[in-house]
Nanobody, 119 residues
Framework: QVQLVESGGGLVQPGGSLRLSCTAS????????MAWYRQAPGQQRELVAR???????NYADPVKGRFTISRDNAKKTVYLQMSNLKPDDTAVYYC?????????????WGQGTQVTVSS
């Protein structure tokens, strides 16, 4: 069984920083894209950033220049370094990964971690 476990959320003041981590575990053969999504209250879940297995990264416009996604493939872990945080960044952040396990590819989600930006 494949699991994604996130950590690193919390309460931070505007202008502050946080780093989120997400580690995949289970009988994993390969991992392709790993990504971070977020969902604010009353809003749809939206893509924040993604990183492919070859290192290509993409960012949503609202976070460009402030957030950095990175991966440690040996640890099956993806990170999201968030800087200059704004109140609009407040949301539950979810990890997502495309994983080959038990003979097939599938998309898996973590349980989510709350990020609150407030003074």
């Amino acid at each position: 069984q494949v699991q994604l476990v996130e950590s690193g959320g919390g309460l931070v003041q505007p202008g502050g920083s946080l780093r989120l981590s997400c580690t995949a575990s289970g009988r994993i053969f390969s991992i392709n894209t790993m990504a971070w999504y977020r969902q604010a209250p009353g809003q749809q879940r939206e893509l924040v950033a993604r990183a492919t297995s070859d290192g290509t990264t993409n960012y949503a416009d609202p976070v460009k220049g402030r957030f950095t996604i990175s991966r440690d493939n040996a640890k099956k872990t993806v990170y999201l370094q968030m800087s200059n945080l704004k109140p609009d960044d407040t949301a539950v952040y979810y990890c997502n990964a495309e994983i080959a396990a038990m003979g097939s590819w599938g998309f898996y989600w973590g349980q989510g971690t709350q990020v609150t930006v407030s003074s």
